[in-house]
T-cell receptor, first 115, second 113 residues
Framework: EAGVTQSPTHLIKTRGQQVTLRCSPI?????VYWYQQALGLGLQFLLW???????NRGNFPPRFSGRQFPNYSSELNVNALELEDSALYLC??????????????FGNGTRLTVT | GNSVTQMEGPVTLSEEAFLTINCTYT??????LFWYVQYPGEGLQLLLK?????DKGSNKGFEATYRKETTSFHLEKGSVQVSDSAVYFC????????????FGAGTRLFVKA
């Protein structure tokens, strides 16, 4: 079974630019989550998509947005990049939204550096 | 609201030492509890989970017991190896119709040969 795949693995952008990150969930998973991991440690929840709908959003400005496609893959868009957006962006997927015990399956992330 | 608190790191141990990483939680109802591990340069992987009180999750020599009375889910391993060096995240999942999984801040473990 293929795991969660993210692309690209690394990205360098300049302040003010826009970036799109991509995620393909494990086959059969309908939920996709995006997290920001700055400073190599804590995870900050960004967005949750399920069945093509945005279900929840973390405490991030509107320039962070995304979408989920009919095949359940997802994109994260960040506009007007700022230096503090430099981080590892992790995508995760899970089987179902309506039970508590479905673990998240993570990709290896996209390392974004903003200069 | 729901939250997870885990001990600050880094934790540095010698090979074959006993490991405990403390984790406590605050949640309504009965959440599921997880430990995830992140090796350098990788995403998080599920290490173990427990879905109800007194359940013990175990994997790769690691164990954690869901303690409802103390709202804790401490991670333990009897004899750590250098290859266990990683960041460990405690997490809870409580589907309240919105946000699901809440992570602790992570604890970095270094194991010396």
């Amino acid at each position: 079974e293929a795991g969660v795949t993210q692309s690209p693995t690394h990205l360098i952008k300049t302040r003010g630019q826009q970036v799109t990150l991509r995620c393909s969930p494990i086959s059969g998973h309908t939920s996709v989550y995006w997290y920001q991991q700055a400073l190599g440690l804590g995870l900050q929840f960004l967005l949750w998509y399920d069945e093509g709908e945005e279900r929840n959003r973390g405490n991030f400005p509107p320039r962070f947005s995304g979408r989920q496609f009919p095949n359940y893959s997802s994109e994260l868009n960040v506009n007007a990049l700022e230096l503090e957006d430099s981080a590892l962006y992790l995508c995760a997927s899970s089987w179902t939204t309506w039970t508590d015990n479905s673990p998240l399956h993570f990709g290896n992330g996209t390392r974004l550096t903003v200069t | 609201g729901n939250s997870v608190t885990q001990m600050e790191g880094p934790v540095t141990l010698s090979e074959e030492a006993f490991l405990t990483i403390n984790c406590t939680y605050t949640a309504t109802g009965y959440p599921s509890l997880f430990w995830y591990v992140q090796y350098p340069g990788e995403g998080l992987q599920l290490l173990l989970k427990a879905t109800k009180a007194d359940d013990k999750g175990s994997n790769k020599g690691f164990e954690a017991t869901y303690r409802k009375e103390t709202t804790s889910f401490h991670l333990e391993k009897g004899s750590v190896q250098v290859s266990d060096s990683a960041v460990y995240f405690c997490a809870l999942s409580r589907n309240t119709g919105g946000f699901k999984t809440i992570f602790g801040a992570g604890t970095r473990l270094f194991v010396k040969a």
